[in-house]
């Protein structure tokens, strides 16, 4: 891949995080400020496409970065990445989120 593709894919991936940031952190100022909860917190697993140690440090980043997620462990075969979540109306939802969103984009910067 070019470095002007990969360029592209990098300011396409910083402009999806700051997306996501923008979204989740009203999502999680809402939850604070109005007196019912709506959180339903858990634990999904979603399995890594990625397998570089910069591509697998750089996904858990910015998961962790974004408000109502936070990224746990990383499994011993460096297949599956656990993820608390905040809100977790539905974990394939979630799964398929990180993985179509966060993974795609980051596979395509830095492998």
Same mark, same amino acid.
């Given at each position: 891949?070019?470095?002007i593709?990969?360029?592209?894919?990098?300011?396409?991936?910083?402009?999806?995080? /700051?997306?996501?940031?923008?979204?989740s =952190?009203? !999502?999680?100022?809402?939850?604070?400020?109005?007196?019912?909860?709506?959180? !339903?917190?858990?634990?999904?697993?979603?399995? /890594?496409?990625?397998r570089?140690d /910069?591509?697998?440090?750089?996904l858990?980043? /910015?998961? =962790? @970065?974004?408000?109502?997620?936070?990224s746990?462990?990383v499994?011993?075969?460096r297949?599956?990445?656990?993820?608390?979540?905040m809100?977790?109306?539905?974990?394939?939802?979630? !799964?398929?989120?990180?993985k179509n969103?966060?993974?795609?984009?980051? @596979?395509?910067?830095?492998?």
């Open positions: 891949m070019s470095k593709v990969r360029t592209v894919k990098g300011f396409e991936l910083a402009f999806y995080f /700051l997306y996501e940031l923008v979204i =952190s009203f !999502r999680v100022a809402w939850e604070v400020v109005t007196p019912q909860s709506y959180s !339903r917190p858990g634990i999904i697993a979603v399995p /890594l496409d990625v570089s /910069l591509g697998i440090t750089l858990a980043n /910015l998961i =962790s @970065l974004t408000p109502g997620s936070l746990l462990e499994s011993a075969d297949r599956t990445l656990y993820v608390h979540v809100f977790i109306d539905d974990a394939d939802v979630e !799964r398929a989120n990180i969103n966060f993974e795609r984009r980051v @596979l395509e910067v830095v492998e």
